[in-house]
């Protein structure tokens, strides 16, 4: 069967990028990663796909000024070229216009570190800190116009704990992030996703047994 033809985009590190290559490598997995696509030429993930062996490319959003939609149609015009069905965003840090977002609907999906709705927006750890909350995560979602919105495909938690910092918070949910991810794009590049009235169904369902966090205390 032909594969889903996924492309990565990243402006920095790209972890969840490579764990997404990494899945991806399993005969079995619906999905390939036909092309890494940065907006930062000294994204550092692009050396890690390029050693992964997957084609990248640099749309370099500064050539353009304030116009963001010249930008995406820059972007557009690669994501033809390398004839790509799916785009994953995975820590790409530029804001998307509606052009491009309803191009890509319900085929783009970004990941955001935190239980959406809940703590849209950056600098997710410290606020989840702040807030008290004791439960954290990480949620991959469709791509909507509003930002960090649109239907939840798939979320993974964590308990946070009482001497938790930011880093320490951000390295667990980022663990959940490197599962989730390449299982939610599993699933849509699958075609086991559908969006009904704004919500995700998954075809199939998802064993849900190792995802309740139910806190305990002894006596
Ligand atoms: C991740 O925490 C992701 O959830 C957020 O940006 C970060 C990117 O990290 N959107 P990496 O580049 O995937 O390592």
């Known amino acids: ?10 402006s920095g590190r790209g972890s969840n990028m490579m764990a997404l290559i990494n899945a991806a490598k399993k005969p ?4 390939e990663i036909a092309l890494v696509l940065t907006n930062c030429p000294d994204a550092v993930g692009l050396s890690h796909a390029q050693a992964a062996g997957i ?30 069905d799916l785009v994953c965003l995975a820590g790409f840090m530029r804001l998307l216009t509606t052009w491009f ?13 935190a239980l959406l709705p809940a703590f849209k927006g950056l600098d997710t750890h410290r606020r989840a800190l702040s807030a008290g909350v004791k439960i954290h995560g990480a949620s ?25 910092d930011a880093e320490t918070l951000a390295a667990r949910v980022l663990e959940v992030e490197h599962r989730i991810y390449p299982m939610a ?12 009235g704004g919500r ?10 190792q995802a309740l966090i139910v806190p305990d205390i002894e006596h």
């Open 1 to 10: 069967m032909k594969k889903t033809r996924v492309a990565v985009l990243i």
């Open 28 to 31: 079995s997995y619906p999905a």
């Open 55 to 84: 084609a990248t490319a640099i749309t370099d959003h500064a050539a353009y000024g304030r116009d963001r939609e010249s930008f995406e149609r820059a972007m557009q015009e690669v994501l033809g070229q390398y004839g790509i």
């Open 101 to 113: 977002v309803a191009r890509w609907e319900e085929r783009m999906l970004n990941i955001h570190p």
């Open 140 to 164: 991959v979602h469709f791509v909507a116009a509003e930002m960090d919105s649109g239907p939840i495909i798939a979320q993974g938690a964590v308990a946070v704990r009482e001497d938790d």
């Open 185 to 196: 794009l599993g699933l849509v590049a699958a075609g086991r996703v559908q969006v009904v």
């Open 200 to 209: 995700c169904v998954i075809d199939g369902g998802v064993s849900t047994q």
